[in-house]
Structures are given as C-alpha cells and as structure tokens.
C-alpha cells in the first residue's frame, strides 16, 4: 500500500471513493462542488488537500481530504481533517489509521498547531 497525495491522472478513481463516501453519509454533493473540490486539490494556492492510498495494483482505495486554516486561538495554522473514506472491501486493514497518521505527519511538516 502506497500513500500519495491525489494527482489530475486520479480523478476517475478518487471520483468512485468520493461518490463511495456520499453513499455512506448519506449526502448528496453536487458535481459543480465535486469537480471544483478535485480542481482545489491540484491549486497550489489552495490550502485543501488529497491524500490517497493504492494497492499493490495501482488502484485508489482510500482517500483523506484535510484543509490547513488560521485560529484566532494560535499564530500557526490548525489542519482540519474532513473526509476519511476506505473501500468497504478494504476495511479493517488499517488503511484507515495509516491516512490519519499521514494528515497528522503532513501537520506536523507544516507546523501546525493542532489537527
């Protein structure tokens, strides 16, 4: 199992664990949102984020997505984890401890306060 950050090439995959998501929250997001949701990932300006497990055959099967933002509370910014999401097929493995534990690293090597 890998551990990435989500590239354009992604999008097909990440789309069927994000309407995987959807169907577990019982939401309902549109495609304008979704689409511009993929687009931020890919801004460098943007300060959301992707991050992707594959397995050993290259495919997605987990995503965490996670927004770094200013606090009235610290001077460094907080790293807000928003969605966590494993293929039903690959639950209980750890994959989902494994994206928390990277969102955490990718705080930390930005010096954020808290996650």
Known sequence: MNIR????????EW???WKGYHVFYKATISDETTKTT???FQDVQEPVYCLVVENEEKQLVG???YIFHRSTW???NYCYLQDLFVDPKQR????????IEAVYAEA????????
């Open 5 to 12: 950050s989500v590239t354009e090439n992604d999008f097909n």
């Open 15 to 17: 789309l069927q664990l």
């Open 38 to 40: 993929f687009n931020r």
């Open 63 to 65: 995503l965490v997505h």
């Open 74 to 76: 610290t001077i460094e």
């Open 92 to 99: 209980s493995s750890g994959l989902g401890r494994k994206l």
């Open 108 to 115: 930390e090597k930005n010096h954020c306060s808290r996650v």
